[in-house]
């Protein structure tokens, strides 16, 4: 089975920088993803990881190592927009299994 | 435009009827999946197909069920053995290939009073 663990909620300041991390355990691993889910909506995709190393996009950059089960989600000049769930999911043969996801709380 | 559609947003039923939920794509994906989620809690996987007319459980199938009949669609139906129905559901789909995530639709938040 799979097991995906990431803090439940975090607070940081606007402005500032804060990194999410997640943990997994998987057989069969094909990619991490993370996703972006402000209440009561759909999440919205992020990022992907398929190699070890960071991936930059604009103000979001995520990391992957894959020989810890390891990954990071490190965002950038945070903005009030900023405040919502952050779901780690592991792709793995096929299906993405999600984490709890950590609600991040972005404060002036 | 492409997209992934649920409907309706709020559905609210009594408790012991049947209730299905509607999930339409036309981003010709080949799978599709449903998910639940409970307040504060992450994504649990109910139902998922790769093609048309083969659908597989997820790891909350009790009290579900769906169909595939067209690749467009992919109904659930939330049955009267569900215990705990009430929840936000989720629909996605994707390309078969592995570096493909997920495209959501908008959701159904599902209230049995």
């Known amino acids: 089975g799979q097991n995906i663990d990431q803090p439940t909620e975090m607070t940081a300041t606007e402005g500032a920088i804060v990194q999410i991390n997640c943990t997994y355990q998987?057989?069969?691993?094909?990619?991490l993803f993370w996703y972006q889910q402000h209440a009561g909506e759909a999440p919205t995709f992020l990022s992907y990881?398929?190699?070890?190393g960071l991936e930059e996009k604009g103000r979001f950059s995520s990391f992957l190592s894959r020989s810890k089960g390891y990954s990071y989600l490190l965002l950038k000049e945070l903005q009030m927009k900023d405040s919502a769930s952050y779901l780690c999911a592991v792709r793995a043969p096929r299906q993405l299994t999600f984490g709890s996801g950590t609600q991040l709380t972005v404060l002036p | 435009d492409g997209g992934i559609t649920q409907s309706p947003k709020y559905l609210f039923r009594k408790e012991g009827q049947n209730v299905t939920l509607s999930c339409e794509q036309n981003l010709n994906h080949d799978a599709m999946y449903w998910y639940r989620q409970d307040p504060g809690q992450g994504l649990r996987l109910i139902y998922y197909s790769q093609i048309v007319n083969d659908f597989q459980k997820g790891d909350i199938a009790e009290g579900y069920s769906v169909s595939r009949e067209k690749k467009e669609s992919f109904p659930l139906t939330v049955t009267s053995a569900q215990k705990n129905p009430t929840a936000f559901y989720l629909c996605?789909?994707?390309?078969?290939?592995?570096?493909?995530?997920?495209?959501f639709g908008s959701g159904t938040r599902l209230t049995v009073v």
């Open positions: 990881n398929v190699l070890d």
């Open positions: 996605a789909s994707s390309m078969a290939v592995a570096n493909y995530g997920y495209t």
């Open positions: 998987t057989s069969g691993f094909n990619g």
